[in-house]
């Protein structure tokens, strides 16, 4: 299939999984058209079935807001038509499914019918799409898809209850290559790197949006290390970084927090981790979780949106309701306070992953571009 790919390309969940999507379907002989405004981050274009268009909006000084919907439609619209393109699949709602109809409808004038799939990541619809200023683009946009998928029960329930939605949501998970996992058996962890071998290794992963709690993050560490020496490894970049190296400095901790900002390596930085924190205040599937536990790390994790669906409570990890942070601190503690325990727990959370590897959920998407594809056909007839 000829596949067009839209998402957003900067360090984020629905990007990563857009991208590791595309580069898994063309693995299997797929033409995959990745078309946003910039790289996606995990592009690695040294593939021939891959190819990469750039949306450029021109500046115009009349306008306040430069129309990205218009050039991204625009873009798609002549890619479809450039590459012979079967099939639009828009990752994020907003503004992709908005203008993904747009290109459909321009194509349909000329004779071109195509069939768009959006699948909803979250922030898409319980923080931003939410919000009155888009809500009715935002269900109109749903609504036109030909299929509509969301990464997790609990995102697909907070759809159907907060829009009128008029279509069935297939739910199909977010996934993970274990086969890439850089954590076989015997391979290097340079752990000695960032802790002494007394030192249990702690992290987070993540855009430090306020919705990621990251105060929570290093009150918790600041419990744990109170009873275990221990490191904190703090990834990525957001607004929350700045007030976070300060609490870490007030706390007097800051020479046990590692600040990396953004980082391309985060299999070798899972690979020396003992322990993955994710407090968030919601999460509608949580990626970097799954990640954490495909490289055999467990989760403590509030229970919160689809989190319930990835970490296994008592087995690869704890949930704890939102902000309880002497909870979530005590079960971190108890994974880590003896070698057995956390041993057992680690693998407990490689077994869970097992279960989102991508060789059981690329299928599914297959399957959902033909039904796609087949529908649109039948229109036509
Ligand atoms: O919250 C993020 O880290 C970014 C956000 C995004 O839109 O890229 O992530 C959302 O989509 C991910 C991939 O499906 C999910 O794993 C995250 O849970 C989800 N974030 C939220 O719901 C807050």
Same mark, same amino acid.
């Given at each position: 299939?000829?596949?067009?790919?839209?998402?957003?390309?900067?360090?984020?969940?629905?990007?990563?999984?857009?991208?590791?999507?595309?580069? $898994?379907?063309?693995?299997?002989?797929?033409? &995959?058209?990745?078309?946003?405004?910039?790289?996606?981050?995990?592009?690695?274009?040294?593939?021939?079935?891959?190819?990469?268009?750039?949306?450029?909006?021109?500046?115009?000084?009349?306008?306040?807001?430069?129309?990205?919907?218009?050039?991204?439609?625009?873009?798609?619209?002549?890619?479809?038509?450039?590459?012979?393109?079967?099939?639009?699949?828009?990752?994020?709602?907003?503004?992709?499914?908005?203008?993904?109809?747009?290109?459909?409808?321009?194509?349909?004038? $000329?004779?071109?019918?195509?069939?768009?799939?959006?699948?909803?990541?979250?922030?898409?619809?319980?923080?931003?799409?939410?919000?009155?200023?888009?809500?009715?683009?935002?269900?109109?946009?749903?609504?036109?898809?030909?299929?509509?998928?969301?990464?997790?029960?609990?995102?697909?329930?907070?759809?159907?209850?907060?829009?009128?939605?008029?279509?069935?949501?297939?739910?199909?998970?977010?996934?993970?290559?274990?086969?890439?996992?850089?954590?076989?058996?015997?391979?290097?962890?340079?752990?000695?790197?960032?802790?002494?071998?007394?030192?249990?290794?702690?992290?987070?992963?993540?855009?430090?949006?306020?919705?990621?709690?990251?105060?929570?993050?290093?009150?918790?560490?600041?419990?744990?290390?109170?009873?275990?020496?221990?490191? !904190?490894?703090?990834?990525? $970049?957001?607004?929350?970084?700045?007030?976070?190296?300060?609490?870490?400095?007030? !706390?007097?901790? !800051?020479?046990?927090?590692?600040?990396?900002?953004?980082?391309? $390596?985060?299999?070798?930085?899972?690979?020396?981790?003992?322990?993955?924190?994710?407090?968030?205040?919601?999460?509608?599937?949580?990626?970097?979780?799954?990640?954490?536990?495909?490289?055999?790390?467990?989760? &403590?994790?509030?229970?919160?949106?689809?989190?319930?669906?990835?970490?296994?409570?008592?087995?690869?990890?704890?949930?704890?309701?939102?902000?309880?942070?002497?909870?979530?601190?005590?079960?971190?503690?108890? &994974?880590?306070?003896?070698?057995?325990?956390?041993?057992?727990?680690?693998?407990?959370?490689?077994?869970?992953?097992?279960?989102?590897? &991508?060789?059981?959920? !690329?299928?599914?998407?297959?399957?959902?571009?033909?039904?796609?594809?087949?529908?649109?056909?039948?229109?036509?007839?």
């Amino acid at each position: 299939m000829k596949i067009a790919i839209v998402c957003y390309p900067t360090f984020g969940g629905s990007g990563v999984v857009a991208t590791e999507l595309g580069l $898994e379907l063309a693995k299997r002989g797929h033409e &995959i058209h990745f078309i946003t405004y910039k790289q996606p981050v995990r592009l690695a274009l040294l593939n021939p079935n891959v190819f990469y268009h750039e949306v450029t909006v021109p500046e115009y000084p009349l306008f306040h807001y430069q129309p990205y919907e218009l050039a991204l439609s625009s873009k798609l619209v002549d890619m479809v038509k450039m590459y012979h393109i079967e099939l639009l699949h828009v990752h994020y709602a907003i503004p992709h499914a908005y203008a993904g109809y747009m290109a459909k409808q321009i194509l349909k004038d $000329e004779g071109i019918r195509i069939p768009m799939v959006t699948t909803l990541h979250g922030t898409d619809i319980t923080l931003v799409g939410n919000h009155p200023n888009y809500k009715s683009a935002v269900t109109f946009s749903i609504n036109k898809s030909d299929i509509v998928t969301s990464v997790s029960q609990n995102l697909k329930d907070e759809t159907n209850k907060f829009f009128k939605i008029t279509k069935e949501i297939e739910v199909i998970p977010n996934f993970i290559e274990l086969d890439k996992v850089e954590v076989a058996e015997g391979t290097p962890c340079y752990r000695t790197l960032m802790a002494k071998d007394s030192e249990k290794i702690i992290t987070h992963i993540s855009n430090f949006r306020k919705v990621k709690r990251i105060p929570d993050v290093i009150k918790i560490f600041y419990a744990i290390q109170k009873e275990i020496p221990a490191k !904190l490894m703090m990834v990525g $970049e957001g607004p929350e970084k700045e007030k976070a190296e300060l609490l870490c400095e007030s !706390l007097g901790i !800051l020479d046990k927090v590692i600040f990396f900002g953004n980082s391309n $390596e985060i299999d070798k930085i899972l690979c020396f981790t003992d322990l993955f924190l994710l407090p968030s205040e919601t999460e509608s599937f949580g990626l970097a979780a799954l990640e954490a536990m495909a490289c055999g790390v467990p989760v &403590i994790s509030s229970n919160t949106g689809g989190l319930p669906e990835v970490n296994s409570d008592g087995f690869s990890g704890y949930l704890s309701p939102v902000g309880a942070i002497e909870s979530m601190s005590s079960n971190a503690i108890s &994974i880590l306070k003896d070698e057995a325990t956390l041993k057992l727990f680690k693998k407990n959370a490689m077994e869970v992953a097992k279960r989102f590897d &991508i060789t059981q959920i !690329l299928p599914m998407y297959e399957a959902v571009y033909e039904k796609a594809i087949q529908n649109q056909h039948n229109t036509i007839l």
